[in-house]
């Protein structure tokens, strides 16, 4: 402890020459607050607030409370800075009476002139009443001690240090590589205590520190010469120059006990042992700059830093003078480890504060790394480091560019809390008592003819149908029943102001009337991929006393399902086919088909084909999807008054046309659903098989193939029963709930909405969003224009056939007339001929057609703009017969694949003569004509 006040008491008297003799608790008041953050930042503290009052109190309890070491620090730094501090105040009033008092007291003290001297210098700015003959004692010993030591420094020319070790400088003798010199190095003796040096005899303590003196370089010399000895010649990184020129260069007093090697040659040692940008050599270490690169989690980026290496000089030069084969990569190894750990937690820390703000947002994790990365990087710059003021800098950008969302994820769960119970966006049929009835069971069983039955009687009706054909025919036979009636399709309208009755396909349902009595027919179709959603709605929304559902015995479980949701009264009736329905036991080869036969393909190519196969032994009608309603009607009608005796179809013919079929033949029993090709389901088997037999007309209904493989299909499937229909059930939002979510997200993009309601809505019922495909492709067009949320509604709802190239370009047309609010004029092609000659130009009839429904279909929605109604319709008779008069004839010929030119009957190549003489014939040859 007395040592320990000893070199306070030392530092407190060097210090106070800075400070005009203040003592450090004064003086430090005087020194400005850029200079006390510099001292802060030697000290190593820098977590201290750069305010003057703190940093000087911090000061004070620092120096009053800190070992030596840190004293010493203080000390060092004003030595370096060597400016004094002085005061402003006036001395001269104070020191008056200071001296008296002195000069009083001196007196007493049996004191030398020196000593008096120092002591006068010891109290001249101590307060007065401070100053007492014991106090002056104390000093003067303490006086007398510090005289004594620079008397035994002058003496043995040297200097005590801090620790009051006997510090000198002396020569030694290098001898090495045939080379003598001398070097003066600074030496120092150990230390000696208080005790020692104050009580004993000036002359002994001469002796003594004279004695180890000479022990001391002794013992350095010997120290010298062991170490000259070992160095290895040659020597592993130095030349012999090199060596003798650090043994010269080295400083007279160096902290290390190994000769330093100049900077430049430190260098070079260093970077031939590793991938160093820089090497700096400070009096204790060597600093290492290694560049590093990090792999970052959840990304593939990585991050380029800077790596500081601290490796202790005095262990280097022991390596480098020993010749110690040393590398760094086990230290670069533990720092990169031990600093991109420290990162990587500090990293984790931030990115879960951030995810936490952001949850509702449900970034994964490649997400919200690549957000915070993209603040991260502008930061960092070359360090690894992420300092609190980064980490909050960062954090409040993620926040603001979050912001927007999170107000749009808030608005996403207030809408899906007001939409969830789907059941309630139907207000009309949920006020209403209403009584659910299902009538199931097989084709030509009567279901839909007692539920029609029903709706004639009923003062108020309305009839869904799946298909414009079917809506025309429900029309008529209400009409024919001498009921007012309206007509509602997507394409056509026929208003009676007086109807009490409405036909409409299923889509174009009018959820604001309120009748009686509503069927809805074909009511399996709740399970179609695409359509599906029309029959759940009707279903839940119909505003009718009574809702007469007809469809086939695989959909009772699931309205009954449904029927439980919605909490309403179910009465489920099951009707019996009214004729016998026989499977043929072989396949009839073509040339064994009779009349009343109705031949069934799955696509329009094979339609086609059989229809050209067939034409040669048979009047011919032809039924498929791509044909207008008007067109299938017509071919029914010429099958059913026996203009034809055979109709070939697709499975079109399954949905509700009344035909008299005796025979219903498969030409194969796969098809192509959208996504894949595949074989026939039982349903699918028995809706279409179902159709042989119309009851009144055959007794008996029979079915078969035409291939042996196709009928196998068939006879599997045909008393199979057919796979339940089960919930959920897809369910879409119509133009009231679109605008609700327009409104709540502040969206006006069509497709962001239906992905929102695709994807998000999650429903309380037995229910899930309808994929909408075809919606989603059209709404992707309308959002390219500037239009309001309704229009692109209905224009995505709009009769599309996005395979086609002609309808696609037409569409954009009419909507970039829509948004110049222009009229749209209906332009009629020029055909050639009555009918087609080939299976291209009956396509493009086919199309054309279709851009007349899509035209018919806007006009009605958009009648200020599509001026040429009338025109258009016209125009559709006349595509109409067009096409009616090809598929009377016998064939379609081919067209080059390539020019396009009509091909010869029954011609074996799929191109003309010209283009195979210009592409496939060679000077030195010929290629085979493809076919």
Sequence with gaps: MARKNKKNSKINQRIRKYFDDDPFDVGIERVESKTLSELFATLGIYDIEHNKTLMVKTLRMIWSEAESSMRQDILNFFESDGRVYKSDRPKKELVFDREDK????????????????RLREAYLHVRSK?????????????????????????????????????????????????QHFHKILTLKTKPYSYEYLETTDFDAIVQKIGQDKVATVQQKQESIDSFLASLKYPHAYLSTKEILDALRASPPKSKVSY????????????????????????????????????????????????????????????????????????????????????????????????????????????ELHARVYGYLFELLGQSLNITPKMHRKITRRFLHSIHDELIKKQREALLA???????????????????????????????????MQHLKEADTGYYLAPLRLLALEGYETLKA?????????????????????????????NYEVDVDVCVIDEVQMIDDRDRGWAWANAIIGAPAKEVIMTGSPNVKEAIVALAEYLGEELEIREFERKNPLELLEKPTHPKEVEAG???????????????????????????????????????????????????????AIAMGMNLPIKTVLFSKAEKFDGIIQRNLFPSEV?????????????????????????????????NKPAKEIKVPF?????????????????????????????????????FYAASLDDMLEASRIVDSYDLDIATKYHLACAPLTLKSAYIISTYERYINALEKKEPVYYHAPKLTGSYAQTSEELLRAEDMVKEISLYLWLSYRFNDYFVDENKARAYRGVLNKYIEETLRQTQLNQSCKLCGTVLPVNSKYSICQKCFKKNYVHKRGHRRLPR
């Design 597 to 651: 036969t109705a031949i069934i393909a799955f696509s329009r190519k094979d339609v086609l084909r059989l229809k050209q196969n067939f034409s040669k032994d048979f009047e011919v009608s032809v039924v498929y999807g791509n044909l207008s309603p008007e067109v299938r009607r017509e071919e029914a009608r010429r099958f059913r008054e026996g203009e034809t005796q055979i109709l070939v179809a697709t499975d």
């Design 102 to 117: 002195i000069n009083a007291l001196l007196e007493e003290l049996d004191v030398s002139q020196e000593e008096a001297v």
């Design 481 to 509: 029943e001498g009921i007012e009636s309206s007509l509602i399709t997507g394409e056509e309208q026929i208003l009676d102001d007086e109807a009490t009755h409405i036909s409409s396909t299923i889509e174009m349902m």
């Design 686 to 718: 028995q809706q279409i098989a179902g159709r042989a037999g119309r009851y009144g007309l055959h007794e008996n209904g029979y079915v078969g193939a035409l291939h042996g493989d196709a009928l196998h299909v068939v006879r599997k499937n045909f």
């Design 130 to 178: 401070k100053i007492t003959i014991e106090k002056m004692e104390s000093s003067l010993r303490h006086i007398r001690f510090e005289m004594k030591k620079e008397k035994l420094e002058r003496e043995l020319e040297g200097l005590f240090d801090l620790d009051d070790c006997f510090e000198f400088n002396a020569s030694l003798k290098y001898e090495l590589y045939e």
């Design 259 to 366: 000769p330093l090697i100049s900077q430049k040659l430190l260098k070079k040692i260093v970077k031939s042992k590793i991938d160093a940008e820089g090497v700096e050599l400070h009096e204790e270490e060597v600093l290492i700059h290694v560049n590093e690169q990090l792999s970052l989690p959840y990304s593939e980026q990585k991050i380029s830093y800077k790596l500081e290496l601290h490796v202790e000089l005095e262990g280097l030069l022991e390596e480098i003078w020993n010749a110690k084969r040393f590398n760094f990569d086990a230290i670069l190894a533990e720092v990169k480890k031990e600093h991109e750990d420290e990162f990587l937690l500090t990293l984790d820390a931030l990115v879960k504060e951030c995810e936490e703000y952001a949850q509702l947002l449900h970034f994964s994790q490649e």
């Design 417 to 451: 809390r007001t939409i969830r119970d789907f059941k309630n966006l139907f207000p009309i049929a949920r006020s209403m008592q209403r009584k659910l009835i299902l009538h199931i069971g097989p084709t030509n069983s009567g279901k839909t003819y007692e539920a």
């Design 730 to 766: 897809k369910v879409m939002a119509n133009l009231e709930h679109i605008k609700l979510v327009s409104t709540i997200l502040e969206e006006n993009s069509l497709e962001e909405i239906l992905r929102f309601f695709i994807k998000n809505m999650v429903f309380d019922g037995p």
